[in-house]
């Protein structure tokens, strides 16, 4: 399994057998991003995970591309494309299990984590991709929640480090939950270098300190999932 991040939280994971795109957010360099996928999952509705435009252009252009999103998301997107294209968008809600691109996923999570109270929740579904029965890594992408998956071992976690929701020391206690071997920082598009500096240092201490390792992606570089594991 090979992992390449295109920036913020939008990320590519392709085995021989096809490849899927992550969250195409505004925030990210979307460049030739759906040309070869099998499938766009998505975790929720915000801007910053899902550029409405570049999906639908996507969508119009390739027959074969299935979108997978929560239901308010899902219906935006259809209602933007002709009946025939619409069919390709599919709601998908927590405890779902797939199989697109050779990779099983399994959705899990449901909501978003709460920005303020006066706020209004939306839907928010993390994937859960790999399966160590085929010899595939089990990586997760949680969008924007720290939900922490019951029973599952987790190969590599993308960790979202920064945003409106969140603070360093919940996405820290939200990692050594989960077990990753590998911690890999996303959802870091609001960060300039001296911060990503600091949340890079912390967090790889507090990993090193609890037995994970703390790899970040280098932007738009293709790597083995595997790789990243090694230690």
């Not at 691109?101 to 579904?125: E, F, M, Q």
């Not at 085929?134 to 590599?156: E, I």
Request: charged share 20%; net charge negative; aromatic share 4%.
């Amino acid at each position: 399994m090979r992992i390449k991040t295109r920036g913020h939280s939008c990320i590519e994971l392709s085995t021989i057998d096809g490849s899927l795109l992550l969250d195409p957010g505004v925030f990210s360099d979307l460049t030739g991003a759906f040309e070869g996928k099998n499938a766009v999952l998505i975790t929720h509705e915000h801007a910053d995970h899902a550029d409405e435009a570049a999906i639908v252009q996507a969508l119009n252009a390739n027959s074969v591309l299935e979108v997978y999103a929560p239901a308010v998301l899902a219906e935006k997107l259809r209602e933007q494309l002709p009946a025939a294209v619409a069919a390709q968008v599919h709601t998908v809600c927590a405890g779902a299990d797939l199989i697109v691109g050779g990779i099983k996923v399994r959705a899990v999570g449901g909501t978003h984590a709460t920005i303020h109270r006066s706020i209004d929740l939306v839907a928010n579904v993390g994937y859960i991709l790999g399966d160590h029965a085929v010899g595939q890594p089990v990586v997760y992408h949680p969008g924007d929640n720290y939900h922490v998956p019951v029973g599952v071992p987790v190969d590599l976690l993308l960790l979202p480090v920064m945003a409106p929701w969140a603070k360093m020391s919940e996405a820290a206690d939200f990692a050594v939950a989960v077990k990753a071997a590998t911690w890999a920082p996303i959802h870091d598009g609001l960060l300039n270098e001296r911060g990503t500096a600091l949340f890079d240092r912390q967090l790889g201490a507090i990993a090193g300190r609890d037995g994970s390792e703390f790899r970040r992606l280098e932007a738009g570089v293709e790597t083995k999932v595997e790789e990243l594991l090694a230690r």
